[in-house]
């Protein structure tokens, strides 16, 4: 038996059942595989070294497995080493994979994570181990998929993800037919799903330099189930590329809070120095793997309180005071009036900058947050043209303050319909521009806020709808997590608008339940599911094995969903580790000295 053989032998458990797309027990030649398990052969040889660890070097570390030995590679998160390249000599259509190790922080489980490429790709995927330590602090291997590829002569590289240390063991090749290449490669036929970016932690942790740096983000949704990109830009006027009309966060700003937010803001500048859009970068990565593209506000991000005064700083909000949403006792907030026109227009500005890139629409997501208009003047003055009363006089929830919430973002989703309109006209764009919103859970915290929905669909102001659940100052304290998509169904019946139940990429709960949720709401009718804030790299938030995304990528597939919802997801291959360094793993784990 060959030592591919032996591995496969071993790391084929009773895991029986079903894999995951693109796991390396799927494919047909499986038993050709070939593992790299010497990764002293990586290069440059110079960032390679034995003994006391050194900044900026890989250390050469042994480990074993009940089968064979290898020699793998490791740096902690403050290392910062080179990227290093394996030579393959492989030739054909290849699937290709890296096995990290978990990562102990000593006593107890640490985060960990690379990022690796073809030589000849343009962008890195980033990778991690999502499982926990087994009895005894026993460490394990987690198989990552990389890529499918027809290898003729390319390196496999790899290099260091911001502040995660790594134990990479092997690089593995698993020969593919021609079909299987090209299922692998195939784009998923139940491209149902939406996923949300937030314009800013795709930033922060990973201080990006370059173009491709920021594409990272993206490498990943290919071939899943998400088909439209709804990206944020940040906040309301706060932005993450280079604006005349909005500012970007922290601009101007010399002393953070912390190390992160300074960090954001001065890859943003690095970026701005290059010459480099962020979100042109999002939009052209969006456009390579088909995917819709809709730029899209947090209506009440503005301005933040200590220690975030001059992180979250629109030049706007604290040029224009007399703008803001005042309380009905005269206590000024945080938030601008939706009621005064000069707010709405300058809204109106930000998008009219970002649809120089054509995206396929814009939007708000409106759980980011309220309020938009409070007791200020131009509220009342416009409550008291409506109604002929004094609205400080009446109760906060008098139907007639929420009608003229509701009057106000009406006047607002039509001045947004006639900006697109106007613009596409200019272009000479055959395609209407979409508008997406994120909306609330029920019927009445709608009506509180000014949404008219049902008034909005029938007007044709709104083409898609996510429904949250997670929106301060409305009922969601008070039944977490739960969505009327009844009402959201009658009011979409018979026309082009469609409502997705969102699910929080890090809150889905368990695996199995993650499923159930997302297999009834197909079952019942609804058009797919939007995710909120999905990383490909990331765990499951109840320390599961695997990847999240593995689910969350696959939330248009019924089949799977209810099959999964039943028996549970598929793990990962995961190999346990006996040797890693100087600590052979038995019953006496250690550091129990200490």
Not at 55 to 80: D, Q, R, V
Request: net charge neutral; with cysteine.
């Amino acid at each position: 038996m060959t030592r591919a053989m032996l591995f496969l032998a071993f790391a084929h458990p009773a895991a029986a059942g079903e894999f995951f797309k693109n796991d390396s027990r799927l494919f047909s030649q499986k038993d050709k595989a070939v593992v790299h398990h010497d990764l002293s052969k990586m290069e440059p040889a110079s960032e390679l070294i034995t003994g006391k660890r050194l900044k900026g070097k890989w250390k050469m570390i042994p480990f074993e497995t009940a089968e064979w030995k290898g020699t793998a590679l490791s740096i902690y998160s403050a290392t910062n080493p080179s990227r290093i390249a394996l030579p393959l000599a492989e030739r054909g259509w290849h699937a290709v994979y890296i096995g990290l190790a978990t990562t102990s922080g000593g006593f107890n489980i640490g985060g960990n994570g690379i990022k690796a490429k073809l030589s000849d790709e343009p962008v890195f995927k980033r990778l991690a181990n999502n499982l926990a330590l087994l009895e005894n602090r026993r460490a394990v291997i987690q198989e990552c998929f990389v890529t499918v590829a027809d290898l003729k002569g390319q390196s496999l590289e790899i290099a260091p993800l911001p502040g995660l240390p790594a134990t990479v063991c092997y690089v593995k090749t698993v020969p593919l037919t021609q079909a299987e290449a090209q299922a692998a490669l195939a784009p998923s036929d139940h491209r149902t799903s939406i996923a949300t970016f937030d314009g800013h932690s795709w930033i922060w942790p990973f201080r990006p330099a370059t173009a491709e740096e920021l594409a990272e983000e993206f490498r990943g949704f290919e071939g899943t189930d998400i088909g439209k990109w709804w990206f944020q830009v940040t906040g309301s006027d706060l932005v993450c590329y280079p604006s005349k009309a909005g500012t970007y966060p922290g601009e101007g700003t010399t002393d953070f809070p912390t190390g992160a937010y300074a960090a954001y803001t001065r890859s943003l500048e690095t970026l701005f120095k290059k010459g480099i859009n962020p979100l042109k970068v999002a939009r052209d990565a969006a456009k390579a793997q088909g995917a819709e593209f809709h730029v899209m506000l947090r209506p009440g991000g503005w301005a933040g309180s200590m220690p975030y005064e001059e992180t979250f700083n629109s030049k706007f909000y604290y040029q224009h005071p007399e703008w803001r949403c005042i309380d009905r006792d005269g206590t000024p907030t945080f938030y601008m009036s939706y009621a005064v026109p000069e707010v709405r227009r300058h809204l109106i500005e930000i998008f009219r900058e970002t649809l120089e890139l054509q995206p396929e629409g814009v939007g708000f997501l409106f759980n980011r947050g309220m309020p938009l208009m409070l007791w200020e003047d131009a509220f009342c003055a416009r409550f008291e043209q409506m109604h002929h009363a004094d609205a400080r006089a009446v109760e906060d929830d008098d139907p007639r303050i929420h009608a003229t919430r509701a009057a106000v973002m009406t006047d607002f989703m039509q001045e947004v319909r006639t900006l697109l309109d106007e613009t596409a006209a200019k272009q000479g764009r055959k395609e209407r521009y979409k508008i997406s919103l994120g909306t609330f859970a029920k019927e009445p915290d709608n009506q509180r806020w000014g949404l008219d929905l049902p008034a909005w669909i029938q007007r044709g102001l709104v083409d898609d709808l996510a429904v949250t659940w997670f929106a301060y100052h409305t009922s969601f304290t008070k039944t977490p997590g739960q969505i009327d998509m009844g009402y959201y169904r009658r009011i979409t019946k018979g026309t082009a608008t469609k409502a997705y139940p969102m699910v929080i990429a890090w809150k889905t709960g368990k695996p199995k339940e993650l499923c159930q949720r997302a297999a009834a709401h197909l079952v019942q009718g609804d058009p797919g599911i939007a995710i909120w804030d999905p990383q490909v790299q990331k765990g499951w938030p109840d320390n599961s094995p695997g990847n999240v995304f593995d689910v969350l990528g696959r939330l248009g597939h019924q089949d799977d969903l209810l099959r999964w919802a039943k028996n549970g997801v598929p793990a990962p291959l995961t190999i346990p580790l006996t040797r890693l360094d100087d600590n052979y793993f038995s019953r006496w784990f250690p550091n129990t000295g200490f």
